[in-house]
């Protein structure tokens, strides 16, 4: 048997007994957000995977070789995350100013736009994913929660935190603004 098929077919197996695992182990990487899907990262890799398969010399350590190749394609996705072109929506950004009731004469609701959306790039992304989810992207705590795996009230707690930490720069950028 040549490398090639040698190579196909340890993949094959690889991946008809390990899938489920595979998506508990992508579930467990980016699991704090509602737009990423474990089984599309899966598929992307093993197309890859497959694709090349008869370029590879013989591989060994079949385990190792898939998780390696899923673990940089979620920091691909990680780094591509396009979590700025959600919060671009005014209205949801005014929506949002008023939960953290910040009405000041200080600032007006151009500049309130630009700080709020400021902040929340600057947020983790655990807490920057929920508010985006939610506040943006219009996703109930159910819904989060079925897709992702993470308890509802985990996630209704993490925006919580998160508009409390909204909050929190907010105030201090209207603070150090007044002096």
Avoid: W
């Amino acid at each position: 048997m040549n490398s090639e098929s040698e190579n196909s077919k340890k993949l094959q197996d690889f991946f008809s007994k390990e899938y489920q695992s595979l998506k508990i182990y992508i579930n467990t990487r980016i699991s704090d957000t509602a737009n990423r899907d474990a089984e599309d990262i899966i598929q992307d890799v093993a197309l890859k995977l497959f694709s090349g398969a008869d370029r590879y010399a013989p591989i060994h350590n079949v385990a190792g070789f898939v998780y390696r190749s899923i673990k940089n394609k979620i920091i691909d996705v990680l780094r591509t995350s396009k979590s700025s072109s959600y919060i671009d929506n005014d209205e949801r950004l005014i929506e949002l100013a008023e939960v953290l009731q910040q009405t000041s004469e200080y600032y007006t609701s151009d500049a309130m736009i630009s700080l709020l959306k400021t902040c929340i790039e600057q947020l983790k992304p655990a807490y920057r994913d929920i508010i985006i989810a939610v506040d943006f992207e219009g996703y109930s705590y159910k819904e989060i929660s079925n897709e992702t795996g993470i308890p509802e009230g985990t996630l209704m707690s993490r925006r919580h935190r998160a508009i409390g930490i909204l909050y929190k720069k907010i105030e201090l950028n209207i603070n150090s603004y007044k002096y």
